[in-house]
């Protein structure tokens, strides 16, 4: 098999160190170009035309949609693969319509497809089995729904953002009533909850345990998220329902792999 020349688009340094050590087990591939943004790219059509490149989405300057779509037009032979945190429908199709082969997604494990992609990156699409899965099913599930309960409204939109970015649906409360509210409205039905753990009135345990006496709602997953580290309160947290503790500040990429587990 001949040397495949490799481009990797991708505003984190991490991650494409991480694409690099992972393409190095492949075999014959050479990487040839990287870049922090879709404008980078482009400069780099100029000097070098890759086998492969792995695109992300979210970038800064130029995005990885508009790099597909631009790139595309000037060679249009060249096979481009999204790569992302997010297994968001609206981002593959807008991907796909673009003209990539394919959508990965950078949490799962994608070893057997970058092997086939490197073997023949002409012969056929490259999804990620979450995302295969998505594009398969006739009777796609319904949008899931979190209900976001924190009385820090800087945490709030932060959590709300992410989550929405990665395909879901979101609720959001500042205290446990309010939250409990969300619950018994009919009109809602909410697959998961995230909480806050110490909020005015009662705290994140409590709203759990009330929420799961709603008829439809004994085994609704919920996790809590705290800067806070006591044991006794984990002990009531779990006692009431809560499936997860997580520690106040998360990591992005962590935070939505837990999330995206619940499910």
Do not use: C
Request: glycine share 4%.
């Amino acid at each position: 098999m001949a040397t495949r020349t490799i481009a990797i688009v991708d505003d984190q340094p991490s991650f494409r160190k991480t694409i690099k050590e992972v393409l190095s087990m492949m075999g014959d591939i050479k990487i040839v170009a990287e870049a922090e943004n879709g404008t980078e790219y482009l400069k780099l059509l100029d000097n070098v035309k890759p086998d492969i490149t792995f695109m992300d989405i979210q970038m800064p300057d130029m995005d990885g949609v508009e790099a597909t779509k631009k790139a595309l037009k000037k060679h249009p032979d060249l096979t481009i693969i999204g790569l992302s945190l997010y297994a968001n429908e609206e981002y593959v199709n807008k991907l796909i319509k673009a003209g990539a082969k394919g959508y990965l997604l950078k949490l799962s494990n994608n070893y057997n497809i970058f092997k086939a992609l490197i073997k023949n990156p002409k012969s056929e699409t490259f999804f990620s089995d979450r995302i295969q899965k998505q594009l398969n099913s006739k009777n796609a599930p319904s949008q899931k729904t979190i209900l976001v309960v924190d009385d820090f409204e800087t945490n709030t939109i932060v959590i709300e953002n992410s989550l929405k970015s990665a395909g879901y649906a979101v609720l959001k409360a500042k205290t446990a009533s309010e939250g409990i509210r969300h619950a018994f409205n009919k009109k809602n039905k909410i697959d998961l909850i995230i909480s806050d753990y110490n909020m005015p009135g009662k705290t994140g345990a409590q709203m759990i345990s009330d929420i799961r006496k709603i008829p439809g709602y004994n085994n609704l997953p919920a996790l809590i998220l705290s800067s806070d580290n006591d044991e006794e309160k984990k002990k009531l947290a779990k006692k009431a329902g809560a499936t997860g503790w997580l520690k106040k500040p998360f990591i992005l990429t962590k935070f939505l792999t837990i999330v995206d587990s619940v499910f």
